[in-house]
């Protein structure tokens, strides 16, 4: 079965890194998300990585993939105050013409001055 | 700019009253999405289509239902909503199966 799981809350200092991390279940899985929800907001892609990738960097954004052990997980560099929001890692299988994406529970992230 | 849109963005109904959502895309993407987000909890799919191809969940009630009269436009039907029927409805596109979803903004519903 499908279980996509994060930590709830996690904490840092401006102009620290984050870390998120999110374990999933699905080994089948052929991609793989980060979304970022502000409050009252819909969803925006911040990244994927497909499921044969180690790493992938974007700007501020570095994906890890460990898919032995499925692990994700998303590291923010010089985190600001705009980045205050609920992550949402994913995992995607195809599905009827679709592509099936089950989120994990979302990480808070909270960023202090 | 190619979006999704989402209508309206908030919409309160009474218990057992029929409500539609609506979702419209200019983005010209193949796939479109329905997802259902209460409160603190992940988003949950409950059907897309794939053109005029219809997909339904396993767990989706029978009291959701949806409509895509054509590439743009795609509704969100609750035929007799209850009070754990209150969430956030999210519209996502895909250009193909394997593409990445883009949201719209959502539109919460209140349930009276």
């Known amino acids: 079965g499908e279980d996509v799981e994060q930590s709830l809350f996690l904490s840092v200092r401006e102009g620290d890194s984050s870390v998120i991390n999110c374990t999933y279940t699905d080994s089948s899985s052929t991609y793989l998300y980060w979304y970022k929800q502000e409050p009252g907001a819909g969803l925006q892609l911040l990244t994927y990585?497909?499921?044969?990738?180690d790493m992938k960097q974007d700007q501020r954004l570095t994906v890890l993939l460990n898919k032995k052990d499925k692990h994700l997980s998303l590291r923010i560099a010089d985190t600001q105050t705009g980045d205050s929001a609920i992550y949402f890692c994913?995992?995607?299988?195809?599905?009827?013409?679709?592509?099936?994406?089950?989120f994990g529970t979302g990480t808070q992230l909270k960023v202090e001055l | 700019d190619a979006m999704v849109i989402q209508n309206p963005r908030y919409q309160v109904t009474q218990f057992g009253k029929p409500v539609t959502l609506s979702c419209s895309q200019t983005?010209?993407?193949?796939?479109m999405y329905w997802y259902q987000q209460k409160s603190s909890q992940a988003p949950k799919l409950l059907f897309h289509?794939?053109?005029?191809?219809?997909?339904n969940e396993a767990d989706t009630p029978d009291n959701f239902q949806s409509r895509r009269p054509n590439t743009s436009f795609c509704f969100l039907d609750i035929r007799s909503p209850g009070l754990g029927d209150a969430a956030m409805y999210l519209c996502?596109?895909?250009?193909?199966?394997?593409?990445?979803?883009?949201f719209g903004p959502g539109t919460r519903l209140t349930v009276l």
């Open positions: 990585i497909f499921s044969n990738m």
């Open positions: 996502a596109t895909s250009r193909e199966q394997y593409n990445e979803q883009f």
């Open positions: 289509y794939y053109d005029k191809d219809f997909n």
């Open positions: 994913a995992e995607s299988m195809g599905s009827g013409g679709g592509n099936k994406l089950t």
């Open positions: 983005l010209n993407h193949n796939v």
